[in-house]
């Protein structure tokens, strides 16, 4: 597995090497040696979850006040384009973001570390998305970014199909700045 840095300080893109063959394929979805090598720790990890969502839907942007939480999400079945904003005051990539495709035939995992906004939207007409996370949920420390602040601007490839109450309910881009800016200031 090769582990590829971004254009955001600190968010990695772990890149299997499948085996193919007339059966379909074989693939390394984690590996705790490589996590180890780039510096992360492979048993901080503490929850896996999945998402399923139909083509169109938005899910996010989230964050975390507190202490946060790292993760690492990958597309296990169809595609969607993960959107990742980095909300740490003082990062030398602060409020830049940066849009990656995961897909069931990449086969990436993106490393998104303590202090980002994620989000995503299913670009077929199923995605399951999984996530391992560094931090059990803290419901009191969600933050919610509006998917279409228009200072975020983020480009969506689809006309959004479907997008949760909490999530069309979520602040500015502004608000959540004052709010995260404590914790990583």
């Given at each position: ?53 139909a ?16 993760k ?63 931090a ?50």
């Amino acid at each position: 597995m090769q582990v590829q840095t971004t254009s955001l300080d600190g968010v990695l893109l772990f890149v299997p090497t499948p085996f193919r063959d007339e059966r379909g394929f074989f693939s390394r979805t984690f590996d705790a040696a490589d996590a180890r090598a780039v510096g992360l720790d492979p048993d901080a990890f503490v929850q896996d979850s999945q998402s399923r969502s139909a083509r169109g839907v938005v899910r996010g942007m989230h964050g975390r006040r507190g202490g946060g939480e790292a993760k690492l999400v990958r597309c296990a079945h169809g595609a969607i384009h993960d959107v990742v904003v980095d909300a740490r005051a003082g990062s030398p990539t602060f409020g830049q973001m940066a849009a990656f495709q995961l897909d069931d035939e990449n086969l990436h995992t993106l490393y998104i570390p303590r202090g980002f906004l994620h989000g995503f939207q299913a670009l077929t007409d199923t995605a399951d998305t999984c996530y391992r996370i560094d931090a059990p949920h803290d419901p009191s420390e969600d933050v919610s970014v509006a998917f279409a602040d228009p200072e975020l601007a983020i480009a969506w490839p689809l006309p959004p199909s479907m997008v949760s109450d909490r999530d069309l309910a979520a602040g500015s881009w502004a608000e959540a700045r004052a709010l995260l800016a404590p914790a990583h200031a």
